[in-house]
């Protein structure tokens, strides 16, 4: 991977870990988790434009993630990196949890309340059959979220009526708010449950590294519009990039302190300058 | 008082599907989704004739909403249909995020509503579900009248950009508008002009209204007639004009006397024109079994009820 896409993504965790600290609040854990999955996203794998909905669109289910997702989308020029300094401030478009309510450039759709966006992200693919075209959705879920029966009501549906140009993530990283998924509510043997579904299930074993994951994006491209939807099981470490942070749900939604906030910056050195 | 003559009885949810089939002839943009109750929604002639864009989600409503807020961010003019109970409190947080709050194109479309599903019981009936939907912002809330509104409401609404709920029911009423009236969103009808009282109806009960007016007129009274079908955005104007002539009102609907339209009435005069007002509409209960006509009388949802009103009302009116 390119040097550019490094520096990318240690740019993109210092304004997580700047925008959270700054209003003390926010979701650090899972932002820096999926942070190597936005870049490869936004970057290598999607063709995208806002205006444009016969290109892919990405529809974002886990909400609370926000901060990954905003610093994606500024960096990838769907506004001003400057904007990122209004994140959960009143009058901001920037809201807690991603909101097109406010006619943010990039979120289609709002999401925050679990469960949802997959039944979007279907939908969304079912126009795009109805019009011919020939792009992709991609949705991405926690794996928490999965607890949620509507995400089983639509994985039931992909597969039963052939949605097969839906590229499905699940940010596997095995914690939720009260602790791991195993001990809140165990979702047991996730690649069975999916593959009797009738998916197409694929995996990423470090769903922190940037090769890992457009390599595995790429075959689920490869295997789409094959009769079958995909999903693909991507193994990250929450609070990733930062080592006081990770492999613990403690910092799923607690920002860090003046202090912690400078040695985890000291970790991730400036790259493309911030915001 | 003017003649209203039914055409003869027909179901308000036949009017949505003879309405969501014309609109598949004419506006290639409808789809229609729905969760099991195909021939219930009379959605068949849709579905038979354009199958691509029908889908049937099964038994599994919050999902169907969600796939109407996807299709609708892909441009489509989703039609969703199922059971008032089934579209509104089983999916009211579907409804709220994906739909309401993301500004989505959406017409939740909704049959079955109030008591009058009859032999079902309380479980498939709603009597909350104005409530529930008048609260969402950006939501706009209709309930029509008969077979010949219903399918005009059913047309129009894909005209209008945002989410709308539009309720209708399950037995057949008297159907008495003119095919030909063009529905206007927002706009209040006056179907009676009066000076001793002004009765605001809803869905069903506006023709109760009609039958309770002619009892009234027998008497000597000369009660206005407003057939309020959109209850949200209100339509204040026709309100406050009439009450300020006739100086009291009675509200009439099938729903909870919480919540609905005689709720919203209320809240207008407070603020604007404070006159006496009484309530037709369930106090705060679940309905039960029954046939539709034996459940409108046990919860006071008919004609007789609405005379009463009149006659309460009146008597509070200033000297």
């Known amino acids: 991977m390119s040097r550019n896409l490094d520096n990318l993504v240690i740019q993109t965790r210092r304004d997580i870990l700047r925008m959270v600290h700054a209003v003390n609040s926010g979701h650090p854990g899972g932002s820096l988790g999926c942070v190597e999955f936005f870049v490869t996203l936004y970057n290598k794998i999607m063709k995208h434009d806002h205006d444009n909905f016969s290109n892919d669109i990405f529809i974002l289910s886990n909400g609370h993630i926000s901060p990954v997702y905003y610093s994606t989308l500024a960096r990838a020029g769907y506004f001003d990196i400057k904007e990122l300094s209004t994140f959960r401030k009143i009058n901001s478009r920037l809201q807690g949890h991603p909101t097109n309510h406010d ?13 949802q966006g997959l039944s979007v992200g279907i939908g969304v693919a079912l126009s795009k059959k109805l019009n011919n075209d020939n ?17 089983w009501e639509a994985f039931m549906y992909a597969s039963a009526n052939n949605v097969d140009n839906i590229i499905v993530t699940v940010d596997f990283n095995g914690q939720q708010i009260d602790g791991s998924t195993e001990d809140v509510l165990d979702i047991g043997n996730l690649k069975l449950k999916l593959e009797s579904f009738n998916w197409k299930v694929l995996e990423i074993e470090n769903g922190n590294s940037l090769e890992d ?48 906030l400078k040695e985890a910056l000291n970790q991730n050195p400036e790259t493309l300058g911030d915001y | 008082m003017k003649k209203f003559i039914n055409q003869g009885n027909k179901d308000t949810r036949s009017g949505f599907g003879e309405g969501l089939t014309e ?22 002639t849709f579905a038979d004739e354009n199958p691509e864009r029908f889908f049937q989600v099964g038994i599994a409503e919050a999902n169907m909403m969600g796939l109407a807020a996807g299709l609708a961010t892909g441009g489509k003019i989703p039609f969703t249909g199922t059971f008032a109970n089934f579209s509104t409190g089983r999916v009211y947080d579907q409804i709220r995020q994906s739909i309401a709050y993301s500004n989505k194109n959406v017409k939740i479309c909704a049959s079955h509503a109030g008591v009058t599903l009859g032999e079902d019981g309380a479980t498939h009936q709603i009597l909350e579900d104005i409530g529930l939907m008048k609260m969402l912002p950006g939501m706009t809330v209709i309930n029509t009248c ?11 609404i894909c005209n209008f950009e945002g989410p709308v709920y539009l309720r209708f029911g399950r037995p057949k009423v008297a159907n008495f508008t003119n095919p030909l009236d063009k529905f206007q ?23 109760e209204a009609i039958q309770a007016a002619e009892k009234l007129y027998e008497n000597g009274i000369n ?11 209100l339509d204040e104007k026709i309100i406050l004009k009439s009450v300020k002539k006739t100086g009291c009102i009675v509200s009439a609907e099938e729903h909870n006397i919480f919540g609905g339209l005689g709720e919203s009435v209320a809240r207008l005069l407070t603020s604007k024109a404070p006159y006496p007002q009484e309530f037709v509409g369930t106090n705060d209960t679940f309905g039960e079994s029954g046939t539709p006509t034996e459940l409108m009388n046990k919860y006071g949802l008919n004609m007789d009820s609405i005379y009463d009103a009149v006659m309460n009302v009146m008597k509070r009116k200033a000297k």
């Open chain 1, 103 to 115: 006619n943010l450039p990039g979120v289609n759709i709002s999401s925050g309340s679990l469960g």
């Open chain 1, 135 to 151: 792009s992709l959705v991609y949705v991405l879920t926690g794996d928490g979220e999965l607890q949620e029966g509507q995400n």
């Open chain 1, 213 to 260: 994951v457009y390599k595995t994006l790429n075959e689920a491209k490869d295997n789409s519009m094959k009769g079958k939807p995909v999903v693909i099981l991507m193994k990250t470490i929450m609070g990733n990039g930062v080592d006081f942070m990770m492999h613990s749900h403690k910092w799923h939604g607690v920002a860090p302190n003046d202090e912690q």
């Open chain 2, 23 to 44: 609109l598949g002839r004419n506006n290639s943009d409808v789809v229609a989704l729905c969760a099991d109750l195909t021939g219930s929604l009379k959605m068949n």
């Open chain 2, 146 to 156: 008969d077979f010949n509104q219903t399918k005009s409401a059913t047309i129009e």
């Open chain 2, 185 to 207: 969103i927002g706009k209040g009808i006056l179907l009676n002009e009066g000076n001793d009282v002004t009765i605001v109806a809803t869905g069903h009960l506006v023709w």
């Open chain 2, 223 to 233: 009660p206005e007639i407003i057939n309020i079908h959109t209850i949200k955005p």
